[in-house]
């Protein structure tokens, strides 16, 4: 493989294993966080360095060893010119630590994986806001680039660095460690990883981006990221299978949500012979590990809803399942977003004057998609009122292949 295609490769899988595992190294766990940019800069530096020889010298044998191994030398000898300089500038402190000798850092597999999901823990404390969660994991746990994060947010590489460095100026001054965090508070903070990821997903999954690429990336390391904590016997909880299930149906169905032109297919008119059957059964594997236990989260309920739109024939058996589902969720965790969506259920379960009318109960007068679904369930019936729905939904859309689909369907009208 030619260097230029195989370093972006690893900078993508290999660059987030270094950082977390520096980040660690370097005693995060006493507050000392501004060592999070050393440890992106001995990581980045690593991967210039490959970047700068591989071209000359051939592709090492053993290319990861080799990216571990520069990346632990580096982080040698800049611990070492520390030093040197502190004990210029303190003979006391060089009589102190003249004999110490450098720790050794750990790029053992196990030590990865465990560095990364404290790292996880961390960049998801309920005191950073879930902007800047999302941010950090992206640019610490997946290897992002300030750009690419920016084009995922739709904004600036000025706005999101400032946000970086707001989030990271939290985690020094809350004093966060990198480790696990103790049985008082696991459940808690369980919760924060998981809507962090959840976040992270639908970041890709539902974002107003035309980059395509970059949609599903975001939303395969938050599948990663997911499937890490099913890895972990400490993780892998009910609620975290749940999660993964969810995931792993919604993106069943990634490539039939959007044509050729980037323009969203509404759920009734996908092709499904588009859908991915393997991450349908994946899906149903992770939902049926997620039955044991006697808790039923908000996760359990949207992984049974996205099964059964996985289930290809329209039948009102389905509608009504997902239907009840709906209301089961509403009751766990309102969301005006889940009262939205049941009002598509319940006009496939029970026609589209019940709908119309709880619908427009919500007065979600600020989001697009609700006019959208009333276009949707006036169209046939009242078109003069579809078409009014469809102008105001048209309004608050910023996508210019969504403004596009919608323009067709008031054109149809």
């Not at 102190?96 to 465990?114: A, G, R």
């Not at 997946?142 to 970086?164: H, Q, V, Y």
């Not at 019940?354 to 600020?366: F, Q, R, V, Y």
């Amino acid at each position: 493989m030619n260097p230029r295609d195989l370093i972006p490769h690893l900078f993508r899988t290999e660059y987030r294993k270094i950082v977390s595992v520096l980040c660690k190294h370097f005693g995060f766990d006493h507050m000392e966080f501004d060592h999070m940019e050393i440890a992106e800069d001995i990581a980045s530096d690593t991967f210039l360095t490959a970047a700068q020889t591989w071209p000359l010298n051939g592709i090492p044998e053993n290319p990861v060893a080799w990216l571990y191994h520069v990346a632990k030398n580096k982080s040698k000898n800049l611990v070492q010119r520390n030093k040197i300089f502190q004990n210029k500038i303190s003979p006391e402190l060089k009589k102190n630590n003249h004999s110490e000798p450098i720790e050794e850092i750990d790029l053992s597999v196990q030590n990865i994986h465990d560095s990364q999901l404290q790292m996880m823990f961390a960049l998801s404390h309920p005191s950073i806001a879930p902007e800047a969660q999302i941010g950090l994991s992206l640019r610490i746990l997946c290897g992002f680039g300030i750009e690419e994060i920016a084009d995922a947010f739709l904004s600036n590489k000025e706005t999101i660095n400032k946000r970086l460095f707001r989030a990271k100026e939290k985690l020094r001054t809350e004093r966060i460690k990198i480790e696990m965090p103790s049985p008082a508070v696991f459940e808690e903070r369980l919760e924060s990883v998981l809507r962090t990821i959840y976040l992270l997903f639908n970041e890709g999954y539902y974002s107003e981006s035309n980059d395509i690429k970059i949609r599903k990336e975001l939303s395969a390391e938050a599948i990663r990221l997911c499937t890490m904590l099913t890895e972990n016997e400490r993780t892998n909880k009910p609620q975290v299978n749940a999660l993964l299930a969810l995931m792993c149906f919604h993106a069943s169905r990634f490539d039939a949500r959007t044509d050729s032109n980037g323009e969203l297919i509404l759920y009734k008119d996908q092709d499904v012979s588009r859908w991915n059957e393997d991450l349908i059964s994946k899906g149903g594997y992770f939902l049926n590990i997620s039955a044991k236990g006697n808790k039923l989260s908000r996760y359990h309920l949207e992984a049974a809803i996205a099964y059964w739109h996985t289930q290809k024939a329209d039948t009102k058996e389905k509608w009504e399942n997902i239907l009840q589902l709906y209301n089961k969720l509403l009751q766990v965790e309102y969301s005006p977003v889940a009262a939205l969506n049941r009002t598509y259920a319940l006009s496939k379960a029970n026609g589209k004057r019940e709908a119309i009318a709880a619908a427009e109960k919500l007065k979600l007068t600020s989001n697009r998609f609700y006019f959208l679904l009333l276009g949707e369930l006036y169209t046939g019936s009242d078109n003069i009122k579809a078409k009014e729905n469809f102008f105001k939904g048209l309004s608050l859309t910023k996508s210019s292949t969504e403004r596009n689909a919608i323009q067709k369907k008031i054109d149809n009208l």
